[in-house]
T-cell receptor, first 115, second 113 residues
């Protein structure tokens, strides 16, 4: 069975500082990995995904994540935080089943940006 | 382009009343459809998914049910709501292909009084 652990339910960074949100996963097969962002009272928006190929994945809004198989990690980073990055971020893992991919989500990390 | 709609955006219901939340997807055919519930501090819990009309799989036993009467329509229902049914309900869709991400609606905030 697959699972996701997001370390730190709340992270605060200063505007302009590095953003690092941690995600570790467990999966019995090579996983697909996703990061989603959620703004208040809205649905989830896909930031980026890893399926196969290049382990450094670039997403929207300047975010990127690196798949490290040896560490079973998929941490999300952004070099310089903006006030608009304040939101909740979810890491998710999927074990590919053709025709029905079920995502398992982490419990989320709320990112606060300090002016 | 594909769009997903959920309604209502917010709903306040008394305990014991029925529930019907609707989700529709436009611009794609035969999508996989999903209902999630999000509780504070607990991430998203998959409730139901559907790979086709009339095909519903339940992930957790509960007071809710789902139906898919049309290819583009996914309905979440309850005959009698419980206090524990409160939460933020999200519908999502994905293409019937490998490696495709899920796309989410804007959610329904359900409060049970």
């Amino acid at each position: 069975a697959q699972s996701v652990t997001q370390l730190g339910s709340h992270v605060s960074v200063s505007e302009g500082a590095l953003v690092l949100l941690r995600c570790n996963y467990s999966s019995s097969v090579p996983p697909y990995l996703f990061w989603y962002v959620q703004y208040p009272n809205q649905g989830l928006q896909l930031l980026l995904k890893y399926t196969t190929g290049a382990t450094l994945v670039k997403g929207i809004n300047g975010f990127e994540a690196e798949f490290k198989k040896s560490e079973t990690s998929f941490h999300l980073t952004k070099p310089s935080a903006h006030m608009s990055d304040a939101a909740e971020y979810f890491c998710a893992v999927s074990e590919p089943h053709f025709g029905n991919e079920k995502l398992t989500f982490g419990t989320g990390t709320r990112l606060t940006i300090i002016p | 382009s594909q769009t997903i709609h959920q309604w209502p955006a917010t709903l306040v219901q008394p305990v014991g009343s029925p529930l019907s939340l609707e989700c529709t997807v436009e611009g794609t055919s035969n999508p996989n459809l999903y209902w999630y519930r999000q509780a504070a501090g607990r991430g998203l819990q998959l409730l139901f998914y559907s790979v086709g009309i009339g095909q519903i799989s339940s992930e957790v036993p509960q007071n809710l049910s789902a139906s898919r009467p049309q290819d583009w329509q996914f309905i979440l229902s309850s005959k009698k709501l419980l206090l524990s049914d409160s939460g933020f309900y999200l519908c999502a869709w994905t293409e019937e292909l490998l490696n495709q991400p899920q796309h989410f609606g804007d959610g329904t905030r359900l409060s049970i009084l």
